[in-house]
């Protein structure tokens, strides 16, 4: 069945509460950061769309040191989008997170290339999300 709410993933065990883990979450968060610094090039046509996948890459590397700082492990990208509205009450970063994971989604299995400009305007969306997640992050760990 799919899931269509964060309840759901949790009913269907796509989601499953563990310990919150603190130095996995910052491991995620170390390698985020590394995989965006490393992405951080001259944006050409020929790389535009690996650079994308990098951040999505990024991005949910975040998302899950959110959701393992909050003692949760998500076992698909869904559930993490349902995590971002239906927990954390930003329906605004879901709609951004659902959207990058539909490009990366028609990337990586559909073989659909963005065309420059809108893996331009994806990149930035992306560094939208990296930045609010990272201030979600920030504000979780000011309080554990």
């Not at 991005?59 to 349902?82: Q, R, S």
């Not at 490009?103 to 992306?126: C, P």
Request: glycine share 2%; aromatic share 10%.
């Amino acid at each position: 069945m799919k899931e269509s709410t964060w309840t759901e993933c949790l009913n269907y065990s796509s989601a499953i509460k563990i310990t919150p883990d603190k130095e996995k979450a910052e491991s995620l968060i170390e390698t985020a950061e590394s995989r965006i610094q490393v992405s951080t090039k001259e944006l050409t046509e020929k790389n535009a769309n690996f650079v994308f996948e990098d951040y999505y890459s990024s991005i949910l590397e975040l998302v899950h040191a959110v959701v393992i700082l909050d003692g949760y492990k998500v076992n698909n990208h869904i559930c993490l989008g349902y995590y971002i509205r239906d927990i954390l009450k930003n329906e605004d970063l879901f709609r951004l997170f659902d959207d990058c994971r539909f490009k990366r989604n028609s990337l990586v299995y559909y073989g659909k290339r963005m065309d420059f400009e809108t893996a331009k305007d994806s990149i930035e969306k992306a560094k939208r999300l990296v930045k609010e997640l990272k201030s979600i992050i920030t504000e979780k760990l000011r309080n554990k």
